[in-house]
């Protein structure tokens, strides 16, 4: 495999305050996760790949950069409580979609899987409104009650 020969690093920094360099190594660290890999990526050789990609690692802009791209990639994949609520109530509503896969028998022996859309059944619509009073508050399944028997006696 033929290595990239690297460019002398200028001091030239970019929007985010960081040489091509270091933002080469932050998009190839976020790609695969692995500070070695991402250096050997970028051109370093396997032999010093692991000592530069910690110098690079190391850097306070690229590791500010890094915490900031963790951050954006976080918040566009984990759903908000608003958003969870939005999706709830569509479902208690009947406004959602649900998307199934179904066999469906085309004959001789032979099916086909199909992508069916429909409605929230009944329970699926019970399950998220026990939800959505769980998300509020509203909704304690551990009640305790104090029952007194009622005893009763011959007038006899």
Do not use: H, W
Request: glycine share 6%; with cysteine.
């Amino acid at each position: 495999m033929e290595r990239k020969k690297l460019p002398r690093e200028s001091k030239e920094r970019n929007i985010n305050g960081l040489t091509q360099r270091e933002q080469n190594f932050c998009d190839e660290y976020l790609r695969c996760g692995n500070i070695s890999e991402a250096c050997i990526k970028i051109g370093y050789a396997k032999s010093t790949a692991e000592k530069k990609g910690y110098e690079l690692y190391q850097r306070p802009r690229v590791q500010e950069y890094l915490q900031a791209m963790a951050k954006t990639i976080e918040s566009e994949t984990i759903a908000t409580t608003r958003e969870l609520q939005e999706e709830l109530t569509a479902i208690i509503r009947c406004k959602a979609v649900i998307q199934e896969k179904v066999n469906v028998f085309v004959g001789g022996g032979v099916q086909k899987i199909e992508t069916v859309e429909r409605q929230p059944n009944g329970k699926e619509r019970l399950d998220a409104i026990e939800k959505m009073l769980k998300m509020q508050g509203a909704y304690n399944k551990d009640i305790n009650v104090n029952v007194k028997p009622v005893v009763i006696q011959d007038d006899i």
